[in-house]
């Protein structure tokens, strides 16, 4: 994306807000474009639009990249703790050693003290969860490995394996590298987490009670008027705030650092070669430091939203607070 | 694509790979390792217990051993004491019966010598009565004059005296 398609067209200022665009979305899910074109999934697509339902269940570099992190996730955090929990010495490795911390941690300071000693060990593995596949995925983000693989795709394709213009690695470059910034993937999350807190007050106070207990109980009752409405309202509104603070955070982060990259690029185009030399290494510094910063959002994001899930669960099965 | 289109597809993979990726980790990593950490904590918070509750038995053991050695070296001290006071009585029983036959003795041997005295005086007196007898005896049967008697006692003491010396 980055280098791998600008370097051979003539570039211009106005390009710079369509480029960094195009480095959050998605990839097409036009046939011809699609990384990954398997026949039951077509079928699929079309006996959903044949029920009235526009879903389109076709592989875009969004749903490969999950896969890729799902796997990376479960890989990673199954085998460690697998060789961890079976080694007879019990002694934590260097990246073992970080996810226990962080597993401890969680249930300290986050699970124990906004879910409740009794029940946080119902509710662990979903914060857990949500936690390690928003980290993985916000990081994995960050790492170029698909903007490299687009150069190589696209120098590749005068050679005789990439004989087509879209070939595999390339087309694997278009879009962007992180899966968190795509709202419908962060609204999948913000579902799960709508269910687990509707969830946990159903379990704690059955069904009919735990809708009752949406309201607090003791109010004058024109207020309820009021009250009723704002907390459904509410009601829906965290998952929606879940959804967009993670996907908005991610998104931003990715447009900024290619905005800043696009800065020589832009000079070079205006001003000529020497002002593109002379700003390069003001946009890498700048570009450096904001990928430091994302380093740290993509953490705070990924324990923001756990910590939400798990504060609301809480608030869910702690009526009176 | 756009930056904020909805897209059902997307959102149902995510979903779908979403539930597999907790269902996986929540069988395989997340409850074993809550488990073992649970199990973990337990035993350091027993192991803990456990040294607490040793480190009492042994002040425990300590205090106890301290007041045996306490008690031992007070008995050994009126052992000891006592010892030496029977030592002491004994002794000076001892020296008390022996003096006691020592002045027995003394008193005895006393005694003895004053009956051996008395004796000897006795004699002496019962032998000067017999010479007096004799010495009488014979001024009477001789005629003696003054002058021969004055001889004659005189002759009769030498005699006495060298009958002293020879006996």
Known sequence: MIVGEKITEKWSMDQAAQYAKDHVIDSDKLAEKNIFDFEFLTTLTEKASAFGLPIDFAISKHVFLLFFVSFITVGTIVTLVQSYISHKKNIPNKFMSMIEMMVVYLREDVLKTTIGDKEHRDWAPLIYTIFFFVLFSNILGLIPIFDLSGLIGSLGYKFEIFKEKYNFLYVLSKGGNTVTANINVTFALATISFFAFIGAGIKKYGFMQHWKNLAPSGLPWPLYFVVVPIEFMGLFIRPLALTLRLAGNMMGGHIALVIFITFIFSANAELGAFAGFAIAPFSVALALGLTMLELLVAVIQAYVFALLTAVFIGMAIHVDH | ?167
């Open chain 2, 1 to 167: 694509m756009d930056l904020l289109t909805p897209d059902l597809g997307t959102y149902i993979w995510s979903l779908f790979i979403f539930m597999t990726v907790l269902f996986v980790l929540k069988r395989y990593a997340w409850n074993p390792l809550l488990d073992f950490l649970e199990e973990r904590e337990e035993d350091i918070a027993n192991s803990l217990k456990m040294a607490e509750s040793a480190k009492s038995d042994l002040e425990q053991i300590k205090d106890e051993s301290q007041k045996i050695l306490d008690q031992a070296k007070k008995e050994g001290k009126v052992i000891v004491t006592d010892s030496k006071q029977k030592a002491e009585d004994s002794a000076n029983k001892i020296l008390e019966s022996a003096k006691a036959k020592s002045d027995e003795f003394i008193v005895d041997a006393k005694s003895k010598i004053e009956i051996e005295k008395q004796r000897a005086i006795k004699e002496i007196k019962e032998e000067v009565v017999d010479l007096s007898i004799d010495l009488a005896s014979k001024i009477l049967q001789r005629n003696v004059k003054d002058d021969d008697n004055d001889k004659f006692i005189q002759s009769s003491l030498d005699a006495m005296n060298t009958d002293e010396a020879k006996s």
